[in-house]
């Protein structure tokens, strides 16, 4: 089993359209969480840091549930801008684990 | 402030060649990671160079092998290389071990 799981998707979506991608994790002791974006043939960039609590910048929502391993992002009001991978990141004893990443793809 | 700088950003070698590939941290950054990443998948942990040593190790063999500098920048060296090393290859700074790591634009690698 992977560390950290997502849906390669791809999700196709309508710009104005809300889409959320989820993503579990297996080492319960993981210590904090992030997503990262990462554009076609480039670096991954931080998006956003997870917690507990839940967060929001802008458009974009993210969340961690630790009883279920379980982290989500919410993007709402999708822009074209949006299209890209999405890689959720569990960092573990100094290291980051990512998962395979969730395209997507935002249309006119 | 510059970023994370990498080099090459490409590179092009043949079965069993050696390979070198260089990063300079973020300003204020005294830790590197480096990570492979191949096409299709998430970026794989390779190894964290803190204070010159090599703290921590992901699952890769003793064919690849790092250094990091007294200014901290630092090299990752693969040696035989395979076909299945064919990959972009990232380095992350960050502000010590634990801190929010920051990539920069990587080295594409293809092993022909």
């Known amino acids: 089993r992977k560390e950290v799981e997502q849906d390669p998707g791809p999700f196709n979506v309508p710009e104005g359209a809300t889409v959320a991608f989820n993503c579990t994790y297996s080492?319960?002791?993981?210590?904090?969480f992030f997503w990262y974006r990462q554009d076609c043939r480039k670096e991954p960039k931080l998006l956003m840091s997870v917690y507990s609590s839940g967060n929001e910048d802008g458009r974009f929502t993210a969340q961690l549930n630790r009883a279920s391993q379980y982290i989500s992002l919410l993007i709402r009001d999708s822009k074209l801008s949006d299209s890209a991978t999405y890689l959720c990141v569990v960092h573990n004893t100094d290291k980051l684990i990512f998962g395979t990443g969730t395209r997507l793809q935002v249309f006119p | 402030d510059a970023g994370v700088t990498q080099s090459p950003t490409h590179l092009i070698k043949t079965r069993g060649q050696q390979v070198t590939l260089r990063c300079s941290p973020k300003?204020?950054?005294?830790?590197v990671s480096w990570y492979q990443q191949a096409l299709g998948q998430g970026p794989q942990f390779i190894f964290q160079?803190?204070?010159?040593?090599?703290?921590q190790r992901g699952n890769f063999p003793d064919r690849f092998s790092g250094h990091q500098f007294p200014n901290y920048s630092s090299e990752l060296n693969v040696n035989a290389l395979l076909l299945g090393d064919s990959a972009l290859y990232l380095c992350a700074s960050s502000p010590g071990t634990g801190g929010t790591q920051y990539f920069g634009p990587g080295t594409r690698l293809l092993v022909l």
């Open positions: 300003s204020g950054h005294d830790t």
């Open positions: 160079y803190y204070e010159e040593e090599e703290r």
């Open positions: 080492n319960s002791a993981s210590q904090s």
